[in-house]
């Protein structure tokens, strides 16, 4: 279990290290670019899957462990530790990116750019699409689980270009909060809290209905 923690704080860490560390220098050099931000999140996410992913399953995200404890393919214990170690290791990387380039661009914090209503039905159907796209491709009996980190990274990558000047897309409670605590940009982070959560209990439920679903047909 222990070796699942680390693999966990290390994939966090260095998920929102290069994330949100891309949004940090963009803002000082002008020089990475919305799309470049969108795929340093992408690529970053897709390195990591394939650098973590046969030791703890590569969650580096509350949002998508709370996923997995829906569909029961993880114990709430196991849950509960994930979380913490996801949380901790993205508090860690906005904790380094202060002391290198101190409180810029609220360190990468997530803010919506219009109405909060409008982020969080954003944040909730780009977090309900991820986790959708992760079981069907590192889930599902059927997937062919070698491409899944593409599949993954390319999905946050495109989420990120198209819905990252409007909410900052997130997807990730762990992305948005280290920041938000970090830099003290607090007023917003609920959303990417709660929206992200809900977003991938959704995909759980309707995931586990179109499995059963499809279970229930094929023995017919």
Not at 134 to 151: E, L, N, P, R, T
Not at 172 to 201: C, E, F, M, Q
């Amino acid at each position: 279990m222990k070796r699942k923690w680390i693999a966990e704080f290390i994939g966090t860490y260095f998920l929102v290290f290069a994330g949100t560390g891309a949004v940090v220098i963009d803002e000082l050099t002008r020089s990475i670019t919305h799309v470049g931000i969108a795929l340093t999140f992408g690529m970053v996410v897709m390195a990591l899957i394939y650098a973590f992913g046969h030791v703890s399953g590569a969650h580096f995200n509350p949002a998508v462990t709370l996923g997995f404890l829906v569909n029961r393919d993880v114990s709430l214990r196991e849950a509960g530790w994930y979380v913490l170690v996801q949380i901790l290791g993205a508090m860690a990387a906005s904790g380094t990116l202060r002391i290198l380039f101190g409180n810029v661009a609220h360190l990468g914090a997530t803010l919506p750019r219009y109405s909060w209503q409008q982020s969080f039905v954003l944040e909730f159907i780009l977090t309900f699409t991820l986790m959708m796209v992760i079981f069907g491709s590192a889930v599902h009996g059927k997937a062919v689980k070698s491409f899944a980190g593409i599949a993954i990274g390319a999905t946050i990558g495109l989420e990120a270009m198209f819905a990252g000047p409007i909410s900052g897309a997130s997807m990730n409670p762990a992305r948005s909060l280290a920041p938000a605590v970090v830099s003290g940009t607090l007023d917003h982070v609920w959303i990417y809290v709660v929206a992200t959560s809900l977003g991938a209990i959704g995909a759980a439920l309707v995931y586990r209905l179109i499995h059963e679903g499809g279970s229930e047909d094929e023995g017919q």
